[in-house]
């Protein structure tokens, strides 16, 4: 399901309002270095595309930014933040670095694996919810915390974690 404002002409044509959001991020660097922007590329074509990337995309924002087809590749693999499959609606992104894990966050994802069915890495059935475990979202004070959409969900606890399921849509 792509989001609004943000359509793509086909797999492999970028938009134009997805190629405007793209040129914004390569303004930042000095003109021969705009492969600087290829994780705001893949980020917003990610976006564009229900959250999710195909090879096909990813050889888009390549052919854009001009370089290697496998340089973009390495990046959408590399980071965590990036999937490379379809997700749910909704991404539940777990902290388990040394922070979250030291205040519990085994119990976090324990309870989430419980209650959704599923396992880190997979997809509710009904692609509500898809589960990642992710190394450090840079808010350890919160510990333990995860991240859905845009939002930091600190200070877990099942309690929590239930309360904040029930008031997703």
């Known amino acids: 399901m792509a ?3 943000l359509q793509f002409e086909s797999e492999t044509r970028l938009s134009d309002e997805v190629r405007a959001e793209i040129d914004r991020w390569i303004a930042k660097y000095p003109p021969e270095h705009k492969q600087s922007a290829v994780m705001a590329a893949l980020s917003i074509v990610q976006k564009a595309n ?14 854009y ?5 496998i340089a973009v590749y390495e990046v959408a693999t590399f980071y965590s933040m990036y ?11 777990v902290c388990t670095n040394i922070s ?12 989430l694996r419980k209650k959704l ?7 509710t059935k009904d692609g509500k919810y898809t589960l990642k475990e992710v190394e450090c979202l840079g808010a350890c004070s919160g510990a333990p915390m995860m991240m859905i959409g845009d939002t930091y969900y600190e200070h877990l606890t099942p309690e929590k974690l239930d309360e904040i399921l029930e ?3």
């Not at 930014?65 to 087809?69: I, R, T």
């Not at 979250?100 to 309870?111: K, T, Y």
């Not at 069915?117 to 997809?123: D, L, N, R, S």
């Open 50 to 63: 229900g959250g999710w990337l195909t090879t096909e995309l990813m050889d888009a924002v390549a052919a």
């Open 167 to 169: 008031g997703l849509e």
């Open 3 to 5: 989001q609004p404002g």
């Open 100 to 111: 979250c894990m030291l205040c519990g966050s085994e119990h976090i994802v324990a309870h």
């Open 117 to 123: 069915g599923i396992k880190p890495g997979e997809t």
């Open 65 to 69: 930014l001009e370089m290697p087809p």
């Open 83 to 93: 999937d490379l499959k379809p997700v749910g609606r909704h991404k539940l992104w």
